[in-house]
């Protein structure tokens, strides 16, 4: 994992010549179902431009996973994987799909490929490089409880 870390970083530090990197942040509630500030460190993201229309970079929300549903007992959540994996196509200035996926997956009979999102959203231009970005994204496959998991996002990117 930290070989993998590490790859993506050099990558990206040779391209910094012709670069152009965004650094979004996502805005999540808490346990508490309250929204609290921390989810902005939760949730950073790092991302490059490879074209024009192409987007790729790793984030650090967490991919989760749900047990089964049992009668008389809560869900419990599990974290599968600390970091994610995202590309964007941007079909308009602002209007993009996006695929995220997890680096690997922690919970014993659930793969990365179990938990791969695909989704759509949109980034409006606030000041200069600062966006306000909104998404919405499911899982491509149904989880253990036939449900796919919809999850509307909120947050701010910057573009260097």
Known sequence: MKKILLLVIIIFSTMIASAQFIVQMGIEKDSNDEWSAESFTNNLGFGYMVTDKIMGGLTMSDATVDSEEVEGEDNVVQIA????????????????????TPLGSDVKDVSATDLIRLGAGYSFNVWNALNVEASYSMLIQANVNKDREGDFNFGLSYTF
Request: hydrophobic share 40%; aromatic share 20%.
């Open 81 to 100: 994987s600390e970091m994610q994996l995202f590309g964007r196509y941007y079909h308009t200035e602002n209007l993009f799909a996006q695929i995220i």
